[in-house]
Antibody
Framework: QITLKESGPTLVKPTQTLTLTCTFS??????????VGWIRQPPGKALEWLAL???????RYSPSLQSRLTITKDTSKKQVVLTMTNMDPVDTATYFC?????????????????????????WGQGTLVTVSS | DIQMTQSPSSLSASVGDRVTITCRAS??????LNWYQQKPGKAPKLLIY???SLQSGVPSRFSGSGSGTAFTLTISSLQPEDFATYYC?????????FGQGTKVEIK
């Protein structure tokens, strides 16, 4: 059974750096095809894709947030860490991490901007981060 | 970024109704289109992946179709537990953009 759980601060001040940890079980991030992504959801709003890291350290970021995001993995600890710099009140949201599998049967998966995965499943429960002074 | 547009944004339906939600991509995404269900205060749940594959454990009343830029999610007979918000997401190119959601409410 695959499970994921997010952890980190619930309150950060504007301009501070947010560090979130996703601790998972039931799979290995060294297995071919496996990835872990981060998605956020402001209160009452839609889901927003943030970043994703794959088994071979392929890292992908939302272009609009790329300058502020860093995603890393610690395979032995079964953790993925997302850092977001220069936090602003508009970054107030529930942050989720989730497991994915790349479609490695496709020769073009991962090339030229293509990702080609089978969606996020399962998701962690999410953690609400509020940005306020 | 690839833009994903869902319609309608909300709908009211009765138990037993057939419900269809559409999702359109701003460019071709082959069949890399996923559908999620989200209930208030909960994480999204994957229903359909790569346009038409039913995720394990998901009831067969849910089905998906489409390719290229146009996709649909159909609930053949709406059940009380299906009242929720549904999101489409493309996983063809980075970033894996989501639609704005469709809220399915009780009529």
């Amino acid at each position: 059974q695959i499970t994921l759980k997010e952890s980190g601060p619930t309150l950060v001040k504007p301009t501070q750096t947010l560090t979130l940890t996703c601790t998972f079980s039931g799979f290995s991030l060294s297995t071919t095809g496996v990835g872990v992504g981060w998605i956020r959801q402001p209160p009452g709003k839609a889901l927003e894709w943030l970043a994703l890291i794959y088994w071979h350290d392929d890292k992908r970021y939302s272009p609009s947030l790329q300058s502020r995001l860093t995603i890393t993995k610690d395979t032995s600890k079964k953790q993925v860490v997302l850092t977001m710099t220069n936090m602003d009140p508009v970054d107030t949201a529930t942050y989720f991490c989730a497991h994915t599998l790349r479609d490695i049967s496709s020769a073009s998966a991962g090339a030229g901007g293509r990702d080609m995965n089978w969606g996020f499943d399962p998701w962690g429960q999410g953690t609400l981060v509020t940005v306020s002074s | 970024d690839i833009q994903m547009t869902q319609s309608p944004s909300s709908l009211s339906a009765s138990v037993g109704d057939r419900v269809t939600i559409t999702c359109r991509a701003s460019q071709s995404i082959s069949n890399y289109l996923n559908w999620y269900q989200q209930k208030p205060g909960k994480a999204p749940k994957l229903l359909i992946y790569v346009a038409s594959s039913l995720q394990s454990g998901v009831p067969s009343r849910f089905s998906g179709s489409g390719s290229g830029t146009a996709f649909t999610l159909t609930i053949s007979s709406l059940q009380p537990e299906d009242f929720a918000t549904y999101y489409c997401q493309q996983s063809y190119r980075t970033p894996g953009t989501f639609g704005q959601g469709t809220k399915v409410e009780i009529k």
